[in-house]
């Protein structure tokens, strides 16, 4: 089971940036980071888990609408890690960001469902 861990997560003013990094341990024994595709989604308050941005194992990437041309999703698979890099923060942005892994080869990899592993959460906070 693999365990991910969020980091990156604060307060910005709209129109920063942050970067949001999440690692990855305890791989599936005979495979590596490199074989997983991993997501980003976020959760504002009252509202349903959102899909942001992913990156898969072959490294197709993908992004919902409202933050394509503002965030990019990377990997590094000799850290373990994949990091998105969020700019032109705007208000709506507000919400906890969770990162997510699954083990399979094929997928469009946008839904909470076609992952099996989340991480507990990095906060994002965008004042107006």
């Known amino acids: 089971q693999v365990q991910l861990v969020e980091s990156g997560g604060g307060l910005v003013q709209a129109g920063g940036s942050l970067r949001l990094s999440c690692v990855a341990s305890g791989v599936a024994s005979g495979r590596t980071f490199s074989t997983y595709s991993m997501g980003w989604f976020r959760q504002a308050p009252d509202k349903e888990r959102e899909f942001v941005a992913t990156?898969?194992?072959?490294?197709?990437?993908d992004y919902t609408d409202s933050v394509r041309g503002r965030f990019t999703i990377s990997r590094d698979n000799d850290k373990s890690m994949v990091q998105l890099q969020m700019n032109n923060l705007k208000p709506e942005d507000t919400a906890e960001y969770y990162c997510?892994?699954?083990?399979?080869?094929?997928?469009?990899?946008?839904?909470?469902?076609?992952?099996?592993?989340w991480g507990q959460g990095t906060q994002v906070t965008v004042s107006s």
């Open positions: 990156v898969t194992w072959s490294g197709r990437t």
């Open positions: 997510a892994a699954v083990l399979r080869s094929s997928g469009r990899f946008t839904q909470t469902n076609d992952y099996t592993n």
